[in-house]
């Protein structure tokens, strides 16, 4: 059996995708990760990949507010990456 995660790529607060990894050529999808994370629910996905991509450039976590409104928001079970260095970033 397979199964699909999907996954949000976050950068300033928005859902984006980047173009071979290059930050300069982004493109925003969605202003709302609640909303994109809602409509995973809803089209019955369980778990949800989530990358803060400003934390992984910057080495420490930028957008744990996205995360917490994704996890208050939803049943869905989160993995969550990108600027996790240290104890305290957990």
């Known amino acids: 059996m397979i199964e699909l ?15 071979k990894g290059d930050y300069a050529q982004k493109k925003v999808y969605n202003t709302n990760p609640v909303d ?20 992984a450039k910057s080495r420490h976590v930028v957008n744990a507010q996205a995360l917490r409104d994704i996890s208050a928001a939803t049943n869905l079970s989160i993995d969550f990456g990108g600027g996790i260095k240290t104890q305290s970033d957990m």
């Open 5 to 19: 995660i999907p996954a949000i790529d976050i950068i300033n607060g928005e859902c984006v995708r980047l173009t």
């Open 36 to 55: 994109v994370a809602r409509s995973f629910e809803a089209n019955g996905f369980k778990r949800l990949h989530i990358v803060d991509l400003d934390g």
